[in-house]
């Protein structure tokens, strides 16, 4: 069961980093409505950290309103 649980949680993860990129602004309406389920991921599945952050976005200083992925800020 933990292996399904683990080969699940990696596959949602790199569908969602595969749609932030293709779709940025799809992704952001999700990201408004689910980013309290991935930050609470990031605190406590320590073996996807990583990709996890990678599906964070941020407000950045250009514009308010637009969220904004680590990536792409720096």
């Not at 309290?36 to 599906?55: R, V």
Request: no cysteine.
């Amino acid at each position: 069961m933990s292996k399904l649980r683990n080969a699940m949680t990696r596959r949602v993860l790199k569908l969602l980093e595969e749609e932030s990129r293709k779709d940025a602004e799809k992704y952001n309406k999700w990201y408004a409505d689910f980013n309290q389920f991935l930050k609470e991921g990031l605190s406590t599945d320590y073996e996807n950290t990583e990709p996890l952050f990678k599906l964070l976005r941020f407000n950045s200083n250009f514009s308010k309103e637009d969220f904004i992925s680590l990536d792409d800020y720096v």
